[in-house]
Nanobody
Framework: QVQLVESGGGLVQAGGSLRLSCAASGRTFSTYAMGWFRQAPGKERDFVAAIGWSVDTAYANSVKGRFTIFRDNAKNTVYLQMNSLKPEDTAVYYC???????????????????WGQGTQVTVSS
């Protein structure tokens, strides 16, 4: 059974940094794309960043230049380094694993089949 467990969320002031982690199990981690999405209260779940099996990456325009996604296949973990945080980055952040092996970094939630429970990120102004 595939399990994804996020950690690293918290409260930070605007301009600060956080690193989120997502530990995966139950799948050959290195052969699947991984993605990060976020959902603010009253809003839809939005794409943040993704990394393919070949470590190609994709980012939402709103986080380009501030966030970095990377993976450590030896640890079955994907990370999201978030710098220069803004109050509008406040949301629950979810990691997800792609449906297909050898997949590219996709930005559509339907392309992901397993999701973590989420971790809260709150950025104060």
């Amino acid at each position: 059974q595939v399990q994804l467990v996020e950690s690293g969320g918290g409260l930070v002031q605007a301009g600060g940094s956080l690193r989120l982690s997502c530990a995966a199990s139950g799948r050959t981690f290195s052969t699947y794309a991984m993605g990060w999405f976020r959902q603010a209260p009253g809003k839809e779940r939005d794409f943040v960043a993704a990394i393919g099996w070949s470590v190609d990456t994709a980012y939402a325009n709103s986080v380009k230049g501030r966030f970095t996604i990377f993976r450590d296949n030896a640890k079955n973990t994907v990370y999201l380094q978030m710098n220069s945080l803004k109050p509008e980055d406040t949301a629950v952040y979810y990691c997800a694993t792609g449906r297909r092996r050898w997949g590219p970094p996709l930005s559509t939630a339907d392309e992901y089949d397993y999701w973590g429970q989420g971790t809260q990120v709150t950025v104060s102004s």
